[in-house]
Every structure is written in structure tokens, then in C-alpha cells.
């Protein structure tokens, strides 16, 4: 392990692009078919998207949240254990006032859980295809930064979808010496045109980091629909894996020597004069 909290030595990963829809019997079935594809293509870290288990509409979310907040947990715990992999995907828990958290849960190749991030930045927007979010009527929101570590992946940074347009909270994991950020995403399909790309490359160069994220796609329910193109990003910005726009993943190599590379080739995070 590197001081840098990096592996050492290149591991596989896999970005899960999922279209989650309002039954959560359907989307673990496909979560599973998903994992256990990408396990087979060789991925010892496999991410799933934001709200894998379940979305639909808010009134219906707050109807199955019992369920909900139960079923993501458990999958991504047994599925890791079985097999052998280190697994995160975006899931529902119970938040104090009564909603929920959105968050992100790692689990090691043990089953034992590693990391847990609550989603800062709630998604209360009108964006100017006519539809509107309001994440907060049923999520509350955290209020840290979360990074996690094991001696065969090194230091992970995590966030969830909405927070990728709040660069702060990626400069405060690179700080805390995350050489990769997960990014679990359900970008909508109008804005995920615009930025979805741009943000997630931006957060890799201005941070000197892998990025991994997971997405959502196609239609939901109603006019819920989400942008696709899970990627995995390397630290000079380049797309090493864009799953397209149908459910399936992208698949990349995150190598430790690169990033080491490129942080001595660009040493912008050493040279930084304001925090």
C-alpha cells in the first residue's frame, strides 16, 4: 500500500447501468444478472447505480420504504460474499426524521461492510425540460464526506449523482487521500446530455483521481428518464469505459502506477495554495 492509500497493483472494476423501474423484485434480478456478468468478466470491484433497488414515484417511495431501505443493504452484502468481490451501489436507510438517506454502502469480498456515505447535495430542482425533483420531500440529508480502504483497492472516495456539481466535496476526498471516486447516478436524461461527461472528467483531472461511476437509464415510470453512459474515468480525463445508453457496464483497469504518473507529472493538488 502506497502512502497514497493505493493498491499495489492494477485491479479490474466495473460501472453497473441499470433501468430500475417501481418493483424491487424485477431490479434485483436484473442487479444480480448484472454483478455476476461483470464478476465473470473479470471485475474484483464492481459499483452499482443510485436507487438500484428502486424508483418510482415519490409517493410510492415513501409507501415501499420499509422494504426499500431492507432490500439494498442485504443485496449488496450476500452478493459480495458469494462472490468474492468488493461491491457499492446507492441504496435507501432510515433517516432519524422519518424519511430516508440516500446512500452510497461498500461491502468487501468477506461480506463485511467498509464504507457508508449519506448523500449531502438533495436534488430539489426544475430543470428546463419542464419536469420537477424534489429529492428532500423523502430524503434527508447527510452531512460528512466518507471515504473507505482495503488493502486491495486502497482509498475510495464516495458520493452519489447530485453531488457532482459540488467540486468541494470531491476536493476533500482527494485530500483525505482518495485515489478513486465513485459516483452512483441516476443523471436525468436532459442534463446527463449537457454534463454528465464534462462533470465526471472535470472531477478527475481537477482531483488527480480514477473516476468510477455507475448509472441509470432509459425510462423509469411516467417521464422519468435517465441519461445512461456509465463511466469509468482515469486521472488524466480520458474515458477508459462508457457503457452506452441499454442496461449493462463499463469495464476498465484503474492502475495505481498511472495515477502515480500523472500526480508527479501534474502535481496540481501538491501545488494548491487555498483549501
Not at 409507501?63 to 450476500?78: H, I, M, S
Not at 436507510?93 to 422519518?98: I, M, N, Q, R
Not at 461498500?106 to 429529492?135: C, M, N, T
Amino acid at each position: 500500500m502506497s502512502a497514497l492509500g493505493l493498491p499495489a497493483g492494477p485491479f479490474t472494476a466495473a460501472a453497473i447501468q441499470m433501468s430500475s423501474v417501481p418493483n424491487i423484485e424485477r431490479n434485483l434480478s436484473s442487479a444480480k444478472g448484472l454483478v455476476e456478468t461483470a464478476a465473470r468478466a473479470g471485475a474484483s470491484f464492481i459499483c452499482l447505480p443510485e436507487a438500484f433497488v428502486y424508483m418510482g414515484p415519490e409517493t410510492e417511495l415513501a409507501a415501499e420504504k420499509e422494504r426499500v431501505a431492507q432490500a439494498g443493504p442485504e443485496f449488496l452484502r450476500e452478493t459480495a460474499a458469494r462472490l468474492g468481490v468488493t461491491l457499492c451501489g446507492g441504496v435507501y436507510e432510515p433517516a432519524p426524521d422519518g424519511r430516508l438517506y440516500n446512500s452510497c454502502l461498500a461491502f468487501g469480498p468477506d461480506g463485511v461492510e467498509l464504507g457508508r456515505y449519506r448523500k449531502v447535495h438533495l436534488f430539489d430542482v426544475a430543470i428546463p425540460d419542464g419536469l420537477q425533483y424534489r429529492e428532500s420531500q423523502n430524503v434527508a440529508p447527510g452531512d460528512s464526506v466518507a471515504t473507505f480502504e482495503t488493502p486491495q483497492i486502497g482509498r475510495i472516495g464516495m458520493s452519489v449523482c447530485y453531488d457532482l456539481r459540488f467540486p468541494e466535496l470531491y476536493r476533500q476526498l482527494a485530500a483525505a487521500g482518495a485515489g478513486v471516486l465513485l459516483v452512483p447516478s441516476a443523471f436525468t436524461e436532459f442534463t446527463g446530455r449537457a454534463h454528465w461527461r464534462l462533470l465526471l472528467q472535470a472531477r478527475a483531472v481537477e482531483n488527480t483521481c480514477y473516476v468510477i461511476a455507475a448509472a441509470q437509464t432509459g425510462n423509469h415510470y411516467g417521464q422519468r428518464r435517465s441519461y445512461g453512459h456509465a463511466l469509468i474515468v482515469d486521472p488524466w480525463g480520458e474515458i477508459l469505459g462508457d457503457a452506452g445508453a441499454a442496461p449493462g457496464f463499463a469495464l476498465a483497469t484503474i492502475d495505481p502506477e498511472r495515477l502515480l504518473q500523472i500526480r508527479r507529472e501534474m502535481p496540481s493538488l501538491a501545488n494548491r495554495r487555498l483549501i
